[in-house]
Structures are given as structure tokens and as C-alpha cells.
């Protein structure tokens, strides 16, 4: 079975320094792995995914993710976080084999003081 | 540039009543879901069509049904709600179904079942 974990439910940092939000993985297979934001009241939006090739992966709104295949992660991350990317964040996994069904983390809910 | 287009935004069911969640997309995707989101468990999948005139059960389909009415509509029937379906309801489509491919949300539809 598939799954992805989130283990923190918060993050708190301030407004120009650094952010990270943590995901591990668990499947049989090769993994393709998603980071999606969710802003209140609305549906989430993709940000970025690892399918293969270069472990760091760049996407939307200057977010990276580092992959990891010997820790299983997929930490998302940010150098300099504004007060505007507090939201809540998803990890999610598709494994190789398994065309449709993808998992989600519980989510991480990240705030951004100024 | 709509998207994915979900009807009603808010609902409230008494327990027995039956009620169908509409979704459209316009991004001519082959493949769409329904998700449903829960505080702590993340995103679960209920059902998913890969292409127009398949659909197949995801983690969580019991006491749901699903059409596939055509490329654009895939609608989510709740027979006979309970309150254990109050949640947020979200649907998402993707291109060609293809593992690599991100989703796309629409805003999702709050369910509330007394």
C-alpha cells in the first residue's frame, strides 16, 4: 500500500526567513510525487512534482522540493517565505504501477508572520 | 478560463435525503475524481472515471455513487446521507489520466448532514 506522511500538522516561521514543510513516502514501486496548496475556501492547486531525473525539483511561486530516495522525502521548500504562502499545504504520492489513485498526506498548515 | 466548475458551493442534507454534487470541466481532461476532505485525514478519493464511460471505486466509496455523463460532467450521488458524510467535497480532473499528470480542483462543495 501507498501512503505519505506529514509530521507536522504546523509551521510557524517569519516573513523572509526560510521555509520548510516535511513529507516521507512509503510504496512498493517508483514514486511520483506531488506538493499542492490549498487557500481557504478553495480547492487545492499544484505547485510542483518529482517524477524523475534532477532530486531537485522547482515549481510555482518559487517553491522547490528536494527528492530524497534513501530517506524516502519530499520536503517542499521555500529561502524566503512571505506572508501570502500561508496556506495549507499537501504532499501526495502516485506510485508507478497504480495509474489513478493518488494519497494524500493530512496536511500542513503554514503561517507566515510578518 | 473556469476550470473545474462545482454546484452547490454549500449544502445541507438531514440524515436520509438524497442529493447529487455536479462537476464540469472545460479543460477537455480524460480523467476525473471525487475527493473528499476531512480536518487530519487529508484528501481521501471516493470514486475516479479514468475516461468518459469508465468509472471505478476509490478508499472510501461506500454509500456514494457516480456518472460519468459525458467528457465534460462526472456528478457524486449521495442516496441516503448520514452524518458521517459531512465534509467538504471536492473535485479534480486531470489530462489523459496520465500518472505524471497534476490535478485540478475545483472549490469544492461543503456538505453538512444533520
Known amino acids: 500500500a501507498q501512503s505519505v506522511a506529514q509530521p507536522e500538522d504546523q509551521v510557524n516561521v517569519a516573513e523572509g526567513n526560510p521555509l520548510t514543510v516535511k513529507c516521507t513516502y512509503s510504496v512498493s514501486g517508483n514514486p511520483y510525487l506531488f506538493w499542492y496548496v490549498q487557500y481557504p475556501n478553495r480547492g487545492l492547486q499544484f505547485l510542483l512534482k518529482y517524477i524523475t531525473g534532477d532530486n531537485l525539483v522547482k515549481g510555482s511561486y518559487g517553491f522547490e522540493a528536494e527528492f530524497n530516495k534513501s530517506q524516502t522525502s519530499f520536503h517542499l521548500k521555500k529561502p524566503s517565505a512571505l506572508v501570502s504562502d500561508s496556506a495549507l499545504y499537501f504532499c501526495?504520492?502516485?506510485?508507478?504501477?497504480?495509474?489513478?489513485?493518488?494519497?494524500f498526506g493530512a496536511g500542513t498548515t503554514v503561517t507566515v508572520r510578518a | 478560463n473556469a476550470g473545474v466548475t462545482q454546484t452547490p458551493k454549500f449544502q445541507v442534507l438531514k440524515t436520509g435525503q438524497s442529493m447529487t454534487l455536479q462537476c464540469a470541466q472545460d479543460?477537455?481532461?480524460?480523467?476525473m475524481y471525487w475527493y473528499r476532505q476531512d480536518p487530519g485525514m487529508g484528501l481521501r478519493l471516493i470514486y475516479y472515471?479514468?475516461?468518459?464511460?469508465?468509472?471505478d471505486k476509490g478508499e472510501v466509496p461506500n454509500g456514494y455513487n457516480v456518472s460519468r455523463l459525458n467528457k465534460r460532467e462526472f456528478s457524486l450521488r449521495l442516496e441516503s446521507a448520514a452524518p458521517s458524510q459531512t465534509s467538504v467535497y471536492f473535485c479534480a480532473s486531470s489530462a489523459a489520466g496520465g500518472k505524471n499528470s497534476p490535478l485540478h480542483f475545483g472549490n469544492g462543495t461543503r456538505l453538512t448532514v444533520t
Open positions: 479543460m477537455n481532461h480524460n480523467s
Open positions: 501526495a504520492v502516485r506510485v508507478v504501477s497504480n495509474d489513478y489513485k493518488l494519497s
Open positions: 472515471s479514468a475516461s468518459e464511460g469508465t468509472t
